[in-house]
């Protein structure tokens, strides 16, 4: 059965700071890893994903995330925090070729000026 | 503009008043589903499409239709909504094909009070 684990509820960075939010996974078959963001009364916005090849993936923002298939692991990471990355991260699995997605519970980053 | 819509965006209704959150996506994709998004549980997944009338239920069906009568509608049916209902929906929508283009677009969410 696929599984999303995001270990914290919260992250709490200053402006300037690099970031992590974290992220772990279960998945029987090839995993497709997904990082979205959602801004207060807003909709979900794709960040970026991981489908196969260079285990490093680059997205929106200034966002990244490495693939660890040994940690089974898909941090999300930026290197200088912004006041206007606060807001509340979701890591998606979806295995391969399959229909549903699994969306872990979300982590709240707060950036202090 | 690529999109998904859905309507209401806001609602409040009472117990058992049947009620139908629509949801539309303009970029001719095969997979459509529907979340509800409750606090400390992150998205949960209620029924999702493969195509025009081929549907299966998600992790939480029980108390929920849908229907795909045509690829760019699929309508979330509350025939009897009770309070555990209560709950922030989206609707998503991608592409069958997999690889670059495989990502979910995200509809704006409709914010249900039953009371």
């Known amino acids: 059965a696929q599984s999303v684990a995001q270990p914290e509820d919260q992250v709490n960075v200053a402006e300037g700071n690099p970031l992590t939010v974290k992220c772990t996974y279960s998945?029987?078959?090839?995993?497709?890893l997904f990082w979205y963001v959602q801004y207060p009364n807003r909709g979900l916005q794709f960040l970026l994903k991981?489908?196969?090849?260079?285990?490093l993936v680059k997205g929106s923002y200034g966002f990244e995330a490495e693939f660890n298939k040994s940690q089974t692991s898909f941090h999300l990471k930026k290197p200088s925090a912004l006041v206007s990355d606060s807001a509340l991260y979701f890591c998606?699995?979806?295995?391969?070729?399959?229909?549903?997605?699994?969306f872990g519970a979300g982590t709240r980053l707060f950036v202090k000026a | 503009e690529a999109q998904v819509t859905q309507n209401p965006r806001y609602l409040i209704t009472v117990t058992g008043k049947k009620l139908t959150v629509t949801c539309s996506q303009n970029?001719?994709?095969?997979?459509m589903s529907w979340y509800r998004q409750d606090p400390g549980l992150g998205l949960r997944q209620i029924y999702y499409?493969?195509?025009?009338?081929?549907?299966d239920k998600g992790d939480v069906p029980e108390g929920y239709k849908v229907s795909r009568k045509e690829k760019r509608n699929f309508p979330l049916i509350l025939e009897s909504p009770s309070p555990n209902q209560t709950s922030l929906y989206f609707c998503?929508?991608?592409?069958?094909?997999?690889?670059?283009?495989?990502?979910?677009?995200f509809g704006p969410g409709t914010r249900l009070t039953v009371l």
């Open positions: 998503a929508s991608r592409t069958a094909k997999t690889g670059a283009g495989d990502t979910q677009y």
């Open positions: 998945v029987s078959g090839n995993p497709y």
């Open positions: 991981y489908i196969t090849g260079d285990n």
């Open positions: 998606a699995v979806r295995e391969g070729g399959g229909f549903k997605t699994i």
């Open positions: 970029m001719n994709h095969e997979y």
């Open positions: 499409s493969m195509n025009v009338e081929v549907t």
